[in-house]
Protein backbone atom coordinates (compact mmCIF):
# COMPACT_ATOMS: atom_id res chain seq x y z
CA UNK A 1 0.00 0.00 0.00
CA UNK A 2 1.46 3.24 -0.76
CA UNK A 3 2.00 6.02 1.68
CA UNK A 4 -0.74 9.22 1.11
CA UNK A 5 0.58 12.54 -0.67
CA UNK A 6 1.63 15.50 1.41
CA UNK A 7 -1.27 17.13 -0.46
CA UNK A 8 -4.11 14.11 0.75
CA UNK A 9 -1.99 14.68 4.65
CA UNK A 10 -2.73 18.48 3.90
CA UNK A 11 -6.15 17.75 2.75
CA UNK A 12 -6.58 15.09 5.49
CA UNK A 13 -5.60 17.75 8.47
CA UNK A 14 -7.93 21.17 7.41
CA UNK A 15 -11.00 18.59 7.15
CA UNK A 16 -10.36 17.63 10.62
CA UNK A 17 -9.77 21.06 12.12
CA UNK A 18 -12.27 22.83 14.11
CA UNK A 19 -14.78 24.45 11.78
CA UNK A 20 -15.26 28.25 11.60
CA UNK A 21 -17.03 30.50 9.82
CA UNK A 22 -13.94 32.01 7.70
CA UNK A 23 -11.98 28.56 7.64
CA UNK A 24 -8.80 27.42 9.35
CA UNK A 25 -5.80 29.70 9.88
CA UNK A 26 -2.79 28.13 8.55
CA UNK A 27 0.91 29.47 9.31
CA UNK A 28 3.15 28.14 6.30
CA UNK A 29 6.60 28.95 8.53
CA UNK A 30 9.69 28.19 5.77
CA UNK A 31 12.96 27.29 7.22
CA UNK A 32 16.37 27.04 5.86
CA UNK A 33 19.83 28.76 5.63
CA UNK A 34 19.56 30.55 2.12
CA UNK A 35 23.60 30.16 1.95
CA UNK A 36 23.64 26.73 1.79
CA UNK A 37 22.41 24.92 -1.37
CA UNK A 38 18.92 23.20 -0.73
CA UNK A 39 18.81 23.67 2.79
CA UNK A 40 16.71 27.39 1.52
CA UNK A 41 13.89 25.29 -0.17
CA UNK A 42 12.10 26.02 3.02
CA UNK A 43 12.63 29.60 2.72
CA UNK A 44 12.35 29.59 -1.20
CA UNK A 45 9.04 28.30 -0.91
CA UNK A 46 8.26 31.03 1.74
CA UNK A 47 9.29 33.37 -0.82
CA UNK A 48 7.34 32.09 -3.45
CA UNK A 49 4.31 31.80 -1.62
CA UNK A 50 4.30 35.18 -0.14
CA UNK A 51 5.21 36.84 -3.64
CA UNK A 52 1.64 34.98 -4.70
CA UNK A 53 -0.30 36.32 -2.07
CA UNK A 54 0.07 34.05 0.39
CA UNK A 55 -0.88 36.38 3.50
CA UNK A 56 -4.23 36.92 4.72
CA UNK A 57 -6.68 36.89 7.39
CA UNK A 58 -6.53 32.78 7.45
CA UNK A 59 -3.08 32.28 6.14
CA UNK A 60 0.53 33.31 7.79
CA UNK A 61 3.69 32.81 5.33
CA UNK A 62 6.87 33.22 7.09
CA UNK A 63 10.43 33.28 5.53
CA UNK A 64 11.41 32.40 9.02
CA UNK A 65 15.64 31.34 8.25
CA UNK A 66 17.61 29.51 10.17
CA UNK A 67 15.92 30.28 13.60
CA UNK A 68 12.00 29.90 13.31
CA UNK A 69 11.65 30.04 17.06
CA UNK A 70 12.03 33.50 16.89
CA UNK A 71 8.96 33.76 15.15
CA UNK A 72 7.13 32.48 17.93
CA UNK A 73 5.46 36.14 18.68
CA UNK A 74 4.14 36.30 15.25
CA UNK A 75 2.40 32.76 15.45
CA UNK A 76 0.90 33.87 18.87
CA UNK A 77 -0.47 36.44 17.35
CA UNK A 78 -2.15 35.31 14.68
CA UNK A 79 -3.50 32.04 16.63
CA UNK A 80 -3.11 29.14 13.97
CA UNK A 81 -5.08 26.17 13.88
CA UNK A 82 -2.32 24.18 11.84
CA UNK A 83 1.53 25.42 11.70
CA UNK A 84 3.10 23.59 8.66
CA UNK A 85 7.00 23.96 8.57
CA UNK A 86 8.46 23.50 5.39
CA UNK A 87 12.03 22.95 5.23
CA UNK A 88 14.63 20.47 3.65
CA UNK A 89 14.75 17.68 5.46
CA UNK A 90 17.63 14.50 5.52
CA UNK A 91 15.03 11.57 4.68
CA UNK A 92 16.99 9.23 2.97
CA UNK A 93 14.96 9.23 -0.08
CA UNK A 94 15.18 10.61 -3.41
CA UNK A 95 16.30 14.02 -3.97
CA UNK A 96 13.54 16.29 -4.41
CA UNK A 97 10.75 14.02 -2.54
CA UNK A 98 8.39 15.27 -0.67
CA UNK A 99 6.78 14.11 2.72
CA UNK A 100 4.30 15.04 5.03
CA UNK A 101 5.98 14.16 8.57
CA UNK A 102 4.05 14.61 11.70
CA UNK A 103 6.05 16.43 14.36
CA UNK A 104 6.17 13.63 16.98
CA UNK A 105 8.53 11.52 13.78
CA UNK A 106 10.79 14.30 13.54
CA UNK A 107 13.04 13.98 16.25
CA UNK A 108 15.69 11.62 13.52
CA UNK A 109 15.03 14.37 10.77
CA UNK A 110 18.44 16.29 10.47
CA UNK A 111 18.16 19.78 10.16
CA UNK A 112 21.88 20.64 11.34
CA UNK A 113 21.64 24.14 10.27
CA UNK A 114 19.19 25.42 12.23
CA UNK A 115 19.54 26.60 15.94
CA UNK A 116 16.73 24.32 17.26
CA UNK A 117 15.71 21.19 16.06
CA UNK A 118 12.07 21.08 14.57
CA UNK A 119 10.58 18.92 16.80
CA UNK A 120 11.76 21.01 20.20
CA UNK A 121 9.81 23.73 17.92
CA UNK A 122 6.65 21.73 17.52
CA UNK A 123 6.26 21.09 20.68
CA UNK A 124 6.70 24.50 21.95
CA UNK A 125 3.76 25.69 19.37
CA UNK A 126 1.73 22.55 20.73
CA UNK A 127 2.21 23.30 24.06
CA UNK A 128 1.58 26.88 23.78
CA UNK A 129 -1.05 27.47 20.88
CA UNK A 130 -2.53 24.09 20.80
CA UNK A 131 -2.37 23.88 17.21
CA UNK A 132 -1.33 20.99 14.70
CA UNK A 133 1.88 20.95 13.65
CA UNK A 134 3.57 19.04 10.86
CA UNK A 135 6.69 19.23 8.45
CA UNK A 136 6.80 19.15 4.84
CA UNK A 137 9.95 17.87 4.46
CA UNK A 138 12.06 18.11 1.00
CA UNK A 139 14.76 16.08 0.40
CA UNK A 140 17.87 17.69 -0.59
CA UNK A 141 20.19 16.74 -2.98
CA UNK A 142 23.06 18.92 -1.43
CA UNK A 143 23.70 21.80 0.99
CA UNK A 144 26.83 22.62 -0.35
CA UNK A 145 28.12 26.62 0.64
CA UNK A 146 26.85 29.12 -1.38
CA UNK A 147 25.49 27.50 -3.78
CA UNK A 148 22.03 27.59 -5.36
CA UNK A 149 19.26 25.43 -5.47
CA UNK A 150 19.52 21.74 -7.42
CA UNK A 151 17.57 21.86 -10.37
CA UNK A 152 15.46 18.99 -8.89
CA UNK A 153 14.90 20.47 -5.36
CA UNK A 154 13.59 23.65 -7.46
CA UNK A 155 11.29 21.34 -9.49
CA UNK A 156 10.05 20.16 -5.85
CA UNK A 157 9.89 23.53 -4.41
CA UNK A 158 7.86 25.08 -7.43
CA UNK A 159 5.42 21.24 -7.12
CA UNK A 160 4.73 22.57 -3.08
CA UNK A 161 4.15 26.29 -3.68
CA UNK A 162 1.65 25.39 -6.66
CA UNK A 163 -0.09 22.89 -4.51
CA UNK A 164 -0.30 24.90 -1.33
CA UNK A 165 -1.36 27.97 -3.51
CA UNK A 166 -4.38 25.56 -5.02
CA UNK A 167 -5.27 24.21 -1.54
CA UNK A 168 -4.72 27.55 0.70
CA UNK A 169 -4.74 30.59 -1.58
CA UNK A 170 -7.14 29.45 -4.46
CA UNK A 171 -9.31 26.78 -3.09
CA UNK A 172 -11.89 26.07 -5.81
CA UNK A 173 -15.60 27.43 -4.66
Known amino acids: ?5 WREHLNRTLSQLPA ?5 RVAIVGIGHELNGDDAAGLIAARALLAQGGTSDRLLVIDAGPAPENQTGVLRAFRPDLVL ?10 PGSVRWIDWQDTTGISASTHTLP ?29 APLSPVVQ ?12 VLISPEP
Open 155 to 166: QAVDAVVAGLVE
Open 85 to 94: LVDAAQMNEA
Open 1 to 5: MSRPS
Open 118 to 146: PYMLARFLVAEFGCVVALLGIQPLGNQID
Open 20 to 24: TESGP
